[in-house]
């Protein structure tokens, strides 16, 4: 098959910083057996092309200006590239805006098929975070559109179909499309199960970009509520300026929390190794990679309900409400008590994970393209 897969960004040269692995795991090994162009919306300031785990990227150069002409655009380069470099079987946008909201125009254009992942904040709006793509008019109605005009649309989890159903039910459209749930597999060869000592003290880790929908006030909330000796690792970038690690000295908690900032996955499966638990608090994710690692790693995973911790909630992980520290707190500490629920849990869930890996990912994602090619 020849693939074109649409992304605004993730696919950096230098194949490290400025990545998202699922994605680098999922374009490696459709490259194998396919020929794969990538087409990147708006990440490098000039076009470019290059080759990266054996596809080709072409960047098609940042757009300024106002939401609505950036998008008209990107989709004349998009549809440049794609007259250029096509014919192609099949068009795989990954995430909503913009890739879908492009490339499912132009793949119409050219009487090619079009499948869009949603895994971001496409089907939710969160309006004092200012969060989600439900909470403008515009946007709104440019993601209904997109779902109603691809032919084939794929989420992550059971939670994020559930808000796909929905958001279908209000519109009235989608009847008679596709509409898959293939789970982001993860390369688990980085992720083993190591034997870790049992505490006190407790060493819990979160991994995430700190930003708001990641809700760090919730989790240091809950881990002010919790002994001394429980302590926090988190990994990511800070895109917020120090508001959280300011706040964690105001709760007092700044000598129990190690910010690592961005580390590359080797370190990151490092701290899961002599992590007891995986925390999640956000409002909301669509899937989060992290509970995967962690799960390879045998680490089990409390948190809000969003995302694989609500799909896999009660046997493979635990749930709490969105935005409830005290909840939040109680479950950490309940299963901190319980090392056996802590490794039933961990067993179960790494068993799904390793089960449902990249390889297994990239399987669904040719399933599907053939089923969308053949009609």
């Not at 870790?196 to 881990?223: C, E, F, H, Q």
């Not at 508001?243 to 899961?272: I, S």
Request: glycine residues 10%; contains cysteine; charged residues 20%.
């Amino acid at each position: 098959m020849k693939i074109a897969f649409v992304v605004p960004g993730g696919v950096d040269r230098g194949g490290r910083e400025r990545v998202v692995p699922v994605l680098l795991w999922l374009i490696e090994r459709l490259a194998r057996k396919h020929e794969v162009h990538v087409i990147v919306l708006d990440y490098y300031p000039k076009p470019c092309t290059y080759q990266l785990l054996g596809a080709t990227i072409h960047d098609v150069g940042r757009v300024t200006g106002p939401s609505g002409f950036r998008r008209l655009r990107l989709a004349a380069r998009l549809n440049e590239e794609m007259r250029r470099y096509g014919p192609f079987d099949i068009v795989h946008a990954y995430w909503g805006m913009p890739a879908g909201v492009v490339a499912v125009p132009a793949a119409k254009q050219l009487g090619v098929p079009s499948l869009v992942t949603l895994s971001s904040g496409e089907l939710v709006g969160i309006g004092d975070i200012s969060y989600g793509l439900q909470r403008r008019v515009v946007d709104r109605i440019a993601i209904r559109r997109l779902i109603r005009r691809a032919s084939a649309v794929a989420v992550p989890t059971s939670y994020m179909a559930k808000l796909l159903s929905s958001l279908e039910a209000e519109s009235g459209g989608g009847a008679g499309r596709i509409r898959e749930i293939i789970p982001s597999g993860i390369d688990t060869s980085h992720f083993g199960a190591i034997g870790r000592s049992d505490g006190p003290p407790w060493r819990l880790i979160r991994v995430g970009s700190i930003n708001a929908v990641k809700d760090y006030p919730t989790m240091l909330r809950a881990l002010a509520a919790l002994p001394a000796q429980v302590t926090l690792d988190v990994v990511g970038e800070d895109t917020l300026g120090g508001a959280v690690q300011k706040l964690a000295r105001e709760l007092g908690v700044d000598g129990r929390v190690t910010f690592h900032g961005w580390q590359p996955t080797e370190c990151v499966a490092a701290l899961y190794a002599r992590a007891h638990l995986n925390v999640v608090a956000s409002r909301h994710e669509a899937c989060n990679i992290s509970v995967l690692e962690a799960a390879c790693a045998g680490t089990p995973t409390v948190g809000t309900a969003v995302g694989f911790v609500a799909d896999w909630d009660p046997d493979r992980a635990v749930a709490v409400p969105v935005q409830d520290s005290r909840a939040l707190a109680a479950a950490i500490a309940a299963l901190l008590r319980d090392p056996a629920k802590r490794v039933r849990i961990a067993a179960a869930a790494r068993r799904w994970a390793v089960t449902h890996d990249a390889d297994w990912t990239t399987r669904a994602y040719e399933s599907l393209y053939l089923r969308l090619i053949r009609g």
